[in-house]
């Protein structure tokens, strides 16, 4: 049986043209270290007359794939135009060698078509829905969306759900800026509501692109609120970003340690720990994403990943 891949294995999710020629070369060889996950994108980095291009450069990667052990590869999904062109894309030769799609463009319209994709795909793909329609902006549509979700036949399907800030900028017409974090304009409320929707649900989000890239002062900052409101990830656009996100994904020691204890069975229901309040009632779930997130990316100071961390999440 395949191992169950987390959510918090993606990290840093590099998006990349599917007209690039060094591909395999970032999927085989390593050419990007620590990459964690990439998306061969055949939507909006690409241009509609460079599309025919993208598919035949895709094609030729899959055949590669297809006879190559990837080992320690990053993740790689693949981001279709649309719905037709995923059916399409289910139907070239290797693509079983890929870890699933991002879905763009989902909301309660493209709801059925999406899921048609979904069921005509081999079992072991992943599918990363991402929102950022203007329906997103509006929360009965996004609780009548989280409610299609729970559907059995998709739900099990879903890494992560992608949320999409330039296009959820683009329907109120803006742009990020590069001195503020997303939070210091209206897209901090729509990340505040999808997640206050769809994680009591059951679902894992990833925090949307900061599209600045030579100075990481502010990615910095935004990556921490991200961290806030629970996301596990983040799409970057540029190789520079990688290191800057997985840095801010180790654990700090002290939380590993109180996440140790807060799933220690023998613990009281109550007890202090380094100054503050430990219930384990109230922050098994907490307790729970820190040790996952500290299997993937360690922690900061001393404390390491042991075999009681393992068993303390098991």
């Not at 395999?24 to 270290?33: C, F, G, R, T």
């Not at 463009?105 to 994709?117: G, I, L, P, R, T």
């Not at 503020?180 to 901090?188: E, M, N, Q, R």
Request: hydrophobic residues 45%.
């Amino acid at each position: 049986m395949t191992t169950r891949i987390s959510p918090y294995q993606l990290g840093a999710t590099l998006y990349m043209p599917a007209t690039r020629s060094d591909l395999l070369d970032v999927i085989l060889n390593q050419k990007i270290p620590d990459l964690r996950s990439m998306v061969v994108c055949l939507e909006d980095a690409v241009r509609e007359d460079e599309v025919a291009a993208g598919l035949a450069n895709l094609q030729q990667c899959l055949h590669t794939l297809r006879q190559q052990d990837r080992g320690a590869s990053p993740l790689v999904f693949i981001r279709p135009r649309h719905p037709m062109m995923a059916l399409e894309l289910l139907a070239m030769t290797g693509i079983e060698a890929i870890d699933g799609f991002v879905l763009p463009k989902f909301d309660n319209h493209s709801f059925a078509a999406w899921y048609a994709v979904v069921q005509a795909a081999p079992p072991h793909m992943l599918f990363m829905p991402t929102l950022e329609t203007a329906q997103m902006l509006d929360a009965l549509a996004v609780r009548e969306l989280c409610a299609r979700l729970q559907d059995e036949g998709i739900k099990a399907r879903i890494l992560a759900l992608r949320i999409g800030g330039n296009d959820l900028l683009s329907c109120l017409r803006l742009r990020t800026h590069h001195a503020h974090t997303l939070y210091d304009g209206p897209l901090g409320y729509v990340v505040a509501m999808l997640v206050t929707h769809f994680v009591p649900a059951g679902f894992h989000l990833t925090a949307p692109v900061f599209e600045y890239f030579q100075d990481h002062t502010v990615l910095q900052a935004e990556f921490q609120r991200d961290l806030l409101h629970g996301l596990v990830g983040k799409t970057v656009i540029h190789p520079s970003q990688i290191a800057v996100i997985h840095q801010a994904l180790k654990v700090n020691s002290h939380d590993y340690e109180a996440a140790l204890r807060i799933l220690d069975d023998t613990m009281p229901a109550v007890f202090q720990f380094e100054g503050a309040m430990c219930e384990p009632a109230t922050h098994h779930h907490w307790a729970v994403q820190v040790i996952e997130r500290a299997k993937h990316f360690g922690c900061h100071l001393h404390a390491v990943i042991t075999e009681e961390a393992s068993a303390a999440f098991s």
